[in-house]
């Protein structure tokens, strides 16, 4: 079965980075779209980041383009989101997420999903 598991989350202090890692197993990770979505307390969960199967085309959502990147291994199955001068706006429990397809579209991104991780909790302080 797929598992998606996440790890690196922590607390950083603002300006600080964190990367974030997802272990796949379970399926063709090489054929799956993959993105990471984040949701805030109290918040709506927002979609952030998303890279194509083959990692020809990366996506990010306007809160954190030019701070964050995606990246992903697939000869080790591993998913990545390197952040950057981080705010405390992007306090929140941050999940690992396959997408339907080897392609994603941002306005579907949400909604075209398979599985979701457990989440990493990454909490920035002022």
């Known amino acids: 079965q797929v598992r998606l598991v996440e790890s690196g989350g922590g607390l950083a202090q603002s300006g600080g980075s964190l990367r974030l890692s997802c272990a796949a197993s379970?399926?063709?990770?090489?054929?799956?779209?993959m993105s990471w979505a984040r949701r805030a307390l109290g918040k709506r969960l927002e979609w952030v980041s998303g890279?194509?199967?083959?990692?020809?085309?990366?996506y990010y959502a306007d809160s954190v383009k030019g701070r964050f990147t995606i990246s992903r291994d697939n000869t080790k199955n591993a998913l990545y989101l390197q952040m950057n001068n981080l705010k405390p706006e992007d306090t929140a429990e941050y999940y690992c997420v396959k997408n339907t397809r080897p392609t994603l579209l941002v306005a579907t991104a949400l909604v075209e999903t398979t599985d979701w991780g457990q989440g990493t909790q990454v909490t920035v302080t002022s």
């Open positions: 379970g399926f063709d990770f090489s054929n799956s779209a």
């Open positions: 890279v194509f199967a083959d990692g020809s085309k990366t």
